[in-house]
């Protein structure tokens, strides 16, 4: 079942933020772990590989959902689900059972198309735009190089080829547009584990400007965004979330931000830069390395890490971890264990142990993790919690019950700020202690 109403944004301004645009004030104090607002999602499509275990409709995990008759693809809670996702899913469905195998549109394609879809059926402001409509969403267009241009024709190609039966599309301007500001203002769904479970457009959401001190998170209960303070917030305080993985140095968030989003960060933190030193550890060696060994080592885990994203789609667990464990050990002559660099491929390496279910590997790897994760990362970070997380379910697979319950612990006291004390996740982790 979906949401109920959403909370109202009423101590929450749209205000004229000076260097930033458009922004998100506060008209009244927020506490920590205090509900901000809600956003029903505008819309948002399950990513394909959670079908089955997710309802297409309202992304409740569950089991026993029952499939579109038609294309057999899609699943639903209920029969209110799957009559409520209908104007979304019919897009989709006759043409997955005539292409097939072939039906392989990207998320963004398909999140696209039911912006297309929902514009038509409802033209009118819609739950979700209290504060900032999808029509005003910036695209940057003027910023775009020729490979996002390039890009963005490709998708335009894609949504033609796949959903040419349902719906009526704009000029080629007006999609290149459109995709621009879906690429900028779209939201990827996570679940406690922070494992991808969709994409959806958040149009009140998408009004926070970003900071790498954020003072807001958001999370997700179904297709239903949430905002909490993660910082006491006064009257006449800017709101701000963090659009990007704050892990990495200043230089490393700044390039996200300015490839992804068009624009360089100015917040306290990457003014000072105070943690990078932390974040970029050098081994303590009798014989420090200079300079220019630290400059080229940070260079060739920059490039490690690009190489391993691209591995991910074609090369076996085994080979990513052999890619791993040789970039670790290089790094590792220069670099200190709690290194950003060094726990980014310690990350990659646990998550292809989790993949193969070699739980001990997995093990290891998180144990060397959790100890930098939470002097990098912000408090009430979602990171450390979904890292708690793995490793409180990794020691009570193990059979290390105390080492379980203490991590699990961990996890619940950072996700009842995040998340709020009702939210299933939470409920769903207390339960786990239970049982054990």
């Not at 458009?22 to 509900?35: D, F, P, T």
């Not at 301007?173 to 406690?192: H, K, M, P, R, S």
Request: hydrophobic fraction near 35%; glycine fraction near 6%; proline fraction near 4%.
């Amino acid at each position: 079942m979906r949401s109920e109403a959403a909370a109202q944004p009423g101590g929450l301004e749209r205000f004229v933020s000076a260097g930033k645009g458009r922004g998100l004030r506060a008209r009244r104090r927020y506490a920590v772990g205090e509900l901000l607002f809600s956003c029903p999602a505008y819309t948002a499509v399950l990513t394909v590989s959670e079908r089955g275990s997710h309802c297409d409709g309202c992304f409740a995990r569950k089991e026993g959902l029952s499939k579109c008759g038609r294309c057999k693809q899609a699943f639903y809670c209920n029969v209110e689900c799957q009559k409520e996702d209908w104007p979304m899913h019919k897009l989709e469905c006759s043409a997955m059972c005539a292409f097939g195998q072939n039906w392989n549109p990207s998320e963004t394609v398909r999140l696209t198309a039911r912006i297309l879809a929902k514009q038509r059926t409802h033209p009118e402001r819609t739950q979700s735009e209290k504060l900032l409509g999808v029509k005003e969403f910036e695209s940057h267009l003027d910023k775009l190089d020729n490979e996002k241009r390039e890009l963005i024709q490709n998708d335009i190609a894609a949504l033609h080829h796949f959903y040419s039966k349902h719906l009526e599309y704009p000029d080629n301007a007006a999609l290149v547009v459109l995709f621009a500001q879906v690429n900028c203002n779209g939201f990827t769904i996570e679940d406690e584990e922070l494992s991808h479970l969709g994409s959806a457009i958040f149009p009140d959401v998408a009004l926070m400007n970003h900071s790498c001190c954020p003072n807001v998170i958001v999370t997700y209960k179904g297709t239903l965004a949430e905002v909490r303070a993660v910082k006491e917030i006064e009257p006449g305080e800017e709101v701000f979330t963090s659009y990007i993985d704050l892990l990495y140095p200043t230089e490393d968030r700044n390039d996200r931000l300015k490839d992804s989003y068009f624009f360089n960060c100015d917040c306290r933190e990457c003014i000072t830069k105070e943690k990078d030193k932390e974040k970029l550890e050098i081994r303590k060696l009798s014989d420090p390395p200079s300079a220019e060994m630290v400059r080229d080592m940070i260079k060739y885990a920059r490039n490690v890490i690009e190489e391993f994203r691209r591995a991910k789609h074609y090369k076996s667990p085994s080979e990513l971890l052999e890619i791993c464990e040789l970039s670790l050990d290089k790094m590792g002559a220069v670099f200190g264990d709690s290194n950003v660099y060094m726990l980014h491929m310690m990350y990659q390496a646990m998550g292809v142990c989790l993949y193969v279910q070699d739980w001990e590997g997995a093990l290891c790897y998180g144990q060397k993790i959790i100890r930098p994760y939470s002097k990098h990362y912000p408090s009430y970070s979602l990171n450390v919690a979904s890292m708690w997380l793995k490793l409180g379910r990794l020691y009570m697979a193990l059979e290390n019950r105390t080492a379980g319950v203490k991590a699990l612990k961990r996890a619940i006291a950072i996700m009842e700020v995040a998340h709020g004390k009702d939210h299933p996740y939470v409920s769903e982790i207390k339960k786990e202690l239970e049982d054990h």
